[in-house]
């Protein structure tokens, strides 16, 4: 996608409507999958939907990959115990996933593993099916932190909100 076509996209795409995607029913229920799923293993899993990046930023060659890194950053993702934190990033404007792992976990998940993630959710976001692929990139993260990461029923401190959050 040209600058021009990431700049119409960022102004006027009607998938930034945030809230009418992601209500907070749908919020509440994306937080309870994520604290659910963090039983089963050691990771933190962190989801981040941002409806669309400033003019400028695009302008100035801000990607959505390189915007999910900032967030994984901010949100503190890469600071947990065992660095097996995930971030599941949505930029609505753009139709685009981005999946950030922390070094720990980036180590033993090969890159189609996340990139069929993506794919998945994808698919479901452009049936309009936003509560179904939120869910499903949840479960499948968790299940890929399971088998690599997995908690063996020990009680863990939960390091990081389960709740999504809205950029």
């Known amino acids: 996608m040209s600058t021009s076509q990431r700049l ?7 998938w930034f409507q945030l809230h009418r995607r992601f209500p907070s029913e749908l919020l509440d229920d994306m937080t309870a999958a994520i604290a ?22 695009v302008w100035s060659g801000l990607d959505a990959q390189t915007r999910a890194r900032q967030v994984f950053g901010q949100l503190g993702v890469w600071d947990t115990e ?21 070094r720990g976990i980036a180590r033993r998940v090969k890159p189609e593993e996340w990139a069929s993630i993506c794919k998945g959710m994808q698919e479901c976001f452009a049936a309009g099916q936003w509560r179904a692929g939120a869910l499903h990139g949840i479960t499948e ?17 939960d390091e990081l909100p389960d709740r999504p959050v809205l950029l």
């Open 36 to 57: 659910d799923g963090e039983h089963t293993h050691l990771g933190e899993v962190r989801f981040a939907i941002e409806s669309r990046l400033a003019p400028l930023a």
């Open 141 to 157: 993260v968790h299940t890929l932190l399971t088998k690599h990461f997995p908690s063996h029923g020990k009680a863990r401190p």
């Open 82 to 102: 065992h660095n097996c934190g995930v971030l599941l990033y949505l930029l609505m404007a753009e139709h685009r996933i981005e999946i950030v792992a922390d």
């Open 8 to 14: 119409v996209a960022n102004l006027f795409d009607g």
